[in-house]
């Protein structure tokens, strides 16, 4: 388990440093256009991204929860729904028995939140706690705390900042440029050849940023949800119930009103009504049937079951690090 | 000089067996830490079964009273189990089997009384029987995970020099056996 996480975080970290990558470029970008000094514009994105981050990493899970709308459950409002996250506690490990939420949605999903694993929340649609009997419930329950013990939440805070950071940076940029013609540059026109075709890499690079920045970001999180699949058949010894669970979560249609682009990859599945039936460069999640049909596909419920279960229904590709395929 | 470089290498030699034994042993204790934790969970939650089991034995009465047999047997088996808390592992397996197994006989004289199914005590009861069923099997697999990674590292190499020099030993299974789960559960109806 502890090589998995390990191997799990170098590949994300490269991933993150791409990203990292991107927002140091836009600051170049910015600052030599409207700062003349490279600096000062690797400085404001570095104090935005900062000040993103310290906010998401101490304020992140509450902001989330509101945003949500969901409120806390004890044992006494719901035991069985209390119980099963209790149940998964012990199954995984977990030092501390994370949070129980409630959302009032019709929509079936469920997410996770919390920096650390000591700091951790469950949160469940009431659609999702209506339609689901208690095998599946704890299917879903699992695969969140395999979210937290995998660490996943943390990663994706990270991350979901950093896209947040690449994407406001990237939009006052191109709006500032295109009122005021291309920023201070402009004042002298000595070298206008260069300067030009320099102005429209920086363009290019400030209108694409975001999307490269959002195509990292979903990559990162449809390797997680993989995993976070084989923790919760590893907990529960069960995979039919996460996998008749996503059955149901995928047959219905309603979107969570509370879920945006950025907050996306937290939940379970796809939090928008429109699903990808195919596993695109473009979606969070790996498409539900795809999810069921490796949990299906299992002969016994470790880690190297499911590695197996993938390889045969995908043509005998790899999903989990090497240490785990024995 | 040459007399320089060749103890500076002896003491970089001893300086970094040292790191790697330490660390090796501090591996060794916080995984053994780990496996009494992990069995401290399974005592929470078969302490979490002896507690429930008065309550529920109550409620089925209620209304089933001529299934005297069946009420003494989980008790009697309760008291046993609780009374061989303290006793090694596969005794205490046995124990909690023949519990588990009187316990789930009772649920199955529970289905004949279909006042007693829609009775909310008795539902409430029931999905905390539930819960402790799977919370103990769920602690079990836990804690015999752990045992399995401990004992790995105990007789592995390189790590079972370290092991055998101070006394790390594999720890045993927790396996609750069922001798009747076999057989159908024996249901009298007179």
């Known amino acids: 388990m502890w090589d998995q996480i390990k191997s799990n975080r170098m590949r994300s970290a490269v991933l993150v440093m791409f990203m990292c990558l991107l927002l140091l470029g836009l600051g ?70 994370p949070d129980v ?79 005021t013609g291309g920023g201070r540059s402009n004042n002298n026109r000595n070298s206008a050849g260069p300067q030009a075709i320099l102005m429209i890499i920086g363009l290019v690079l400030m209108i694409l940023a975001p999307l490269f920045a959002q195509l990292i970001y979903f990559a990162i999180s449809r390797k997680r949800e993989y995993l976070a699949d084989a923790s919760a058949a590893l907990y529960t010894r069960y995979p039919e119930g996460l996998a008749s669970a996503l059955e149901k979560l995928g047959s219905s249609v309603t979107p969570v009103k509370a879920a945006n682009k950025a907050t996306a990859p937290m939940y379970i599945i796809n939090p928008f009504a429109k699903r990808n039936a195919i596993n695109s460069w473009m979606s969070t999640h790996p498409p539900i049937a795809d999810r069921a049909r490796i949990l299906r596909s299992m002969s016994g419920s470790s880690l190297a079951d499911y590695e197996n279960a993938y390889g045969r229904t995908h043509d005998g590709k790899h999903i989990l690090p090497k240490s785990e395929r024995v | 000089m040459a007399g320089w470089i060749i103890a500076l290498v002896v003491v970089g030699v001893i300086v970094l067996l040292g790191i790697i034994f330490f660390s090796m042993y501090n591996g060794l204790v916080g995984l053994r830490n780990q496996v009494k934790n992990a069995w401290a969970q399974i005592d929470v939650q078969l302490k979490r079964r002896y507690d429930l089991i008065p309550n529920l034995v109550e409620t089925v009465k209620g209304y089933a009273k001529h299934e005297r047999e069946v009420f003494e047997n989980v008790t009697k088996a309760r008291n046993l189990a609780q009374a061989g808390a303290s006793s090694d592992t596969a005794t205490r397996g046995q124990l909690e089997g023949n519990l588990g197994s009187a316990l789930s006989r009772l649920l199955v004289v529970a289905e004949a009384y279909p006042d007693l199914k829609a009775n909310k005590n008795f539902l409430a009861l029931q999905e905390e029987l539930t819960s402790t069923e799977n919370r103990i099997s769920f602690s079990r697999q836990f804690y015999n995970d752990t045992v399995l990674r401990y004992n790995n590292k105990t007789q592995m190499f390189p790590s079972v020099l370290i092991a055998g020099m101070t006394g790390f030993k594999a720890e045993t299974f927790f396996e609750i056996t069922v001798p009747e789960e076999k057989l159908a559960p024996k249901v009298s109806f007179n």
Not at chain 1, 128 to 157: C, F, P, S, W, Y
């Open chain 1, 28 to 97: 170049y970008v910015i600052g030599l256009f409207f700062l003349d000094s490279i600096i000062g514009g690797l400085a404001i994105a570095a104090v935005i991204w900062a000040v993103m981050s310290l906010v998401a990493f101490f304020q992140g899970d509450n902001i989330l929860l509101s945003i949500a709308g969901a409120r806390k459950v004890s044992k006494s409002d719901d035991p069985q729904l209390y119980n099963i996250v209790e149940e998964m506690t012990i199954a995984s490990g977990l030092p501390k028995m």
């Open chain 1, 101 to 179: 939420y409630i959302v009032n949605d019709k929509a079936l999903n469920a997410f996770a939140t919390g920096r650390n694993p000591e700091k951790a929340a469950v949160t469940v649609t009431s659609g999702l706690r209506a339609a689901l009997n208690r095998d599946e419930l704890q299917g879903v329950v699992a695969h969140e705390i395999g979210h937290i013990k995998n660490r996943d939440v943390l990663l994706m805070t990270i991350t979901s900042v950093m896209l947040g950071a690449i994407v406001i940076i990237s939009w006052y940029a191109t709006r500032v440029m295109f009122l």
